[in-house]
């Protein structure tokens, strides 16, 4: 995906950076479980009696996939998130979990690394004493830290939903929700873009493309914003089937939306609908932190 050239952090900077933080930590959390719950059927004892010697201990995580995640990805986000929301020696709870996962990653890449290197330096020296000293240490640490990095990505998510839904109507993250979203948080929710959008928007996916077609309108990108009317439909048809929602409100804002673009040029599309280039779809897309939801920096 070509990433968007950032002038001022957006919304969707920010959305866009943590969801490929996240996707990328998954992929080291599922390999990490997978060969421990492999080397506890092998040896036939439960996951937390397991047992392994360095040269298995360290296969477990990638050093090299953890140092991109962490100088890639996530230190984006954590960037990002620093820039949009500490100010004045406050800052948002989204913002302090993304600071403890950058924290915590940084910590469990130097104990990985500790483990591949130091601890077969230790055996050929013949240094038991630290040899197992330091198998004892990434016993304890690798699973309580991976495990802890695991629940502090699912908080900092639920937080980040928390603050998209006051930015729902940011002109940016409207219509990259829709350029973009599919492929952006297509691991983070069951249903793709549009858990996403009932995460964010009251009425789900529906209301989130809707938005974004009025955003694609009054700028003149009239096939965009048909083709987001098209989805919007159709999430709203599928909805019935699982969502005890009434929908038939947007459905017929949707529908008279749909006959005033497929009537209007591109032109006249900015000329009918270029009031709407005004608040809220079209405001400083930068991203500020709501006096309810800041907190103090915690310093250390």
């Not at 080397?39 to 996939?65: C, G, I, M, N, P």
Request: some cysteine; hydrophobic content about 40%.
């Amino acid at each position: 995906m070509k990433q968007r050239r950032v002038f001022s952090a957006t919304a969707w900077d920010l959305t866009e950076t943590f969801f490929e933080a996240m996707r990328e930590y998954r992929h080291i959390y599922v390999l990490y479980e997978t060969q421990v719950l492999a080397h506890a059927e092998e040896q036939a004892v439960d996951r937390y009696q397991l047992r392994l010697d360095a040269t298995e201990v360290s296969k477990l995580l990638d050093f090299e996939r953890l140092m991109h995640l962490r100088n890639g990805a996530l230190l984006r986000a954590k960037d990002i998130s620093h820039r949009l929301f500490r100010s004045g020696g406050r800052t948002t709870k989204f913002d302090r979990y993304i600071s403890e996962i950058f924290h915590e990653l940084s910590i469990l890449g130097e104990e990985q690394y500790k483990v591949s290197t130091f601890a077969e330096e230790y055996r050929r020296e013949n240094a038991l004493a630290e040899y197992e000293s330091l198998l004892d240490e990434v016993h304890e640490d690798f699973p309580r830290r991976v495990n802890a990095i695991h629940e502090l990505f699912k908080k900092a998510q639920r937080t980040l939903e928390i603050v998209l839904r006051k930015r729902r109507h940011d002109p940016v993250y409207l219509r990259s929700l829709v350029l973009f979203g599919d492929a952006t948080v297509r691991d983070a929710y069951p249903d793709g873009v549009a858990g996403h959008a009932w995460a964010v928007f009251e009425r789900g996916p529906g209301e989130a493309f809707y938005w974004a077609a009025r955003s694609f309108a009054c700028r003149g990108f009239k096939a965009e914003a048909l083709e987001s009317i098209q989805r919007a439909l159709e999430f709203c048809a599928n909805t019935a089937s699982y969502r005890s929602v009434d929908l038939s409100d947007l459905v017929a804002d949707l529908e008279a939306f749909q006959q005033i673009v497929s009537e209007r040029s591109p032109v006249e599309l900015v000329q009918t609908l270029g009031d709407e280039a005004l608040e809220p779809l079209q405001a400083d897309d930068t991203v500020a932190a709501e006096p309810d939801e800041s907190e103090p920096v915690v310093q250390g």
